[in-house]
């Protein structure tokens, strides 16, 4: 079998679901090819994967013509599955959803896109995400869905000890945009401040992909809430480290926080705890997968600045709990997200789609 996994750009949760799952899916003798339409600073973390950045029709259908792939996985392009459609595929042409903004865009998204996934989609696929179920189901019911849960490298990425720093770590791991909500990070890094003036704020992203006018906003925010001193940001750090830096994050006494309005899966929450560095977050959806409240992190309530502090502090404070949160996530993370789990979730798609 040889499947194509497309999306716009390697970038954030859909860079790592794709190299994540190529990997696996290979190891099982299923050639695996990944497209994007455009580049990005996470091309540099595929390594062992086919991966074409194409943006002209033209090239696309040359390379879907070339490689006979006997399924298309598209997520969210909407633009590219037509084209597909018009150029005579006759493969399996599977539209994914891992997440599009808030519900609210979502909605908005999928309505316009209804008619078209209805016409040109063999199959829907989407995560185990509350919010995309229901939309899928209300507005696709005559279709084919598989939902099961992305899989994570617990193989590879993992926890691994360091020296502890001699200060707390508060991280954040997103991209500077409104969904993401990096205010309440900001507030929060402020508050707890104030307890622990030694902590530093550790921030993870890409500054390539930003929104001006958020961009400008979050700047001031910084100078208004005298962070510049204590924040340190990271831009496009290897994959293959964030390990490293989760598992200090979790053994300098810190914590991650995410602070999403909404997720569809939420990538960093789960890679955090499958590095025993406990969570504080947002209840944005696709986290309700894995995070148990008081079991595998804590939630707080957007906005409330002064619940995430107690609940923070909580984690940083009550060791019996923060050891229960921690053994807890990583064990679940093992347990459930493995990407063996993964494969056998598509072989099984398979079978349906190929009785």
């Given at each position: ?17 794709n190299?994540?799952?190529?990997k ?10 990944l497209?994007?339409?455009?580049d ?9 994967i086919?991966?074409f950045?194409?943006s ?5 259908q ?6 006979h792939?006997?399924?298309?996985v ?7 599955m ?6 005579g595929y ?5 539209y994914?959803?891992q ?6 865009t ?9 008619a078209?996934i209805?016409?040109y ?5 989407y ?9 899928m189901k ?6 084919l869905?598989f939902?099961?849960?992305n ?10 000890p360091?020296p502890?720093?001699p ?7 997103g991209r ?6 990096w205010r309440?990070?900001?507030?929060l890094g402020a ?12 921030m ?7 929104h001006p006018q958020?961009q ?14 204590a924040?340190i ?20 006494g810190g914590?991650l926080?995410?602070?999403s ?6 990538y ?16 944005s ?13 804590l939630?707080?309530e957007m906005?409330?600045?002064?619940q ?7 984690m940083?404070?009550n060791?019996?709990l923060?050891?229960?949160i ?8 093992h ?6 789990h ?5 072989n ?6 190929d009785p």
């Amino acid at each position: 079998m040889k499947v194509l996994f497309t999306f716009f750009n390697p970038s954030g949760g859909m860079e790592t679901l794709n190299r994540v799952r190529c990997k696996a899916l290979m190891q099982h003798g299923i050639e695996c090819h990944l497209l994007y339409t455009y580049d990005g600073e996470g091309r540099k973390n595929i390594k062992g994967i086919k991966t074409f950045i194409l943006s002209n029709p033209e090239q696309i259908q040359a390379l879907i013509r070339r490689e006979h792939y006997d399924t298309i996985v598209i997520c969210s392009d909407i633009q590219l599955m037509e084209w597909m459609h018009q150029w005579g595929y006759t493969g399996h042409l599977i539209y994914e959803i891992q997440g599009l903004g808030t519900v609210e865009t979502a909605r908005e998204i999928l309505v316009d896109y209804q008619a078209r996934i209805e016409a040109y989609a063999t199959a829907l696929l989407y995560p185990r995400t509350s919010h995309i179920q229901n939309m899928m189901k209300e507005l696709f019911p005559g279709k084919l869905h598989f939902c099961f849960d992305n899989p994570l490298d617990t193989e590879r990425f993992h926890y691994i000890p360091y020296p502890p720093k001699p200060f707390p770590i508060l991280g954040w791991i997103g991209r500077i945009e409104k969904n993401k909500n990096w205010r309440d990070f900001l507030k929060l890094g402020a508050a707890l401040k104030q307890r622990y003036p030694d902590m530093y704020l550790w921030m993870f992203g890409d500054d390539t992909l930003f929104h001006p006018q958020e961009q400008a906003a979050f700047q001031q925010m910084v100078a208004e809430l005298q962070l510049s001193e204590a924040l340190i940001q990271y831009s496009n750090v290897p994959h293959e480290i964030m390990a490293d830096y989760l598992s200090i994050i979790g053994d300098s006494g810190g914590l991650l926080c995410s602070t999403s309005i909404t997720e569809g899966f939420g990538y960093a929450v789960a890679e955090a705890m499958l590095c025993r560095c406990p969570v504080l977050a947002t209840d944005s959806d696709g986290i309700r997968a894995f995070l148990y409240p008081g079991k595998t992190g804590l939630f707080y309530e957007m906005g409330n600045i002064e619940q995430a502090l107690r609940s923070a502090l909580l984690m940083m404070e009550n060791a019996v709990l923060r050891s229960l949160i921690v053994d807890s996530a990583e064990a679940l993370m093992h347990q459930r997200f493995s990407a063996a789990h993964y494969v056998r979730h598509f072989n099984s798609m398979h079978k349906v789609l190929d009785p």
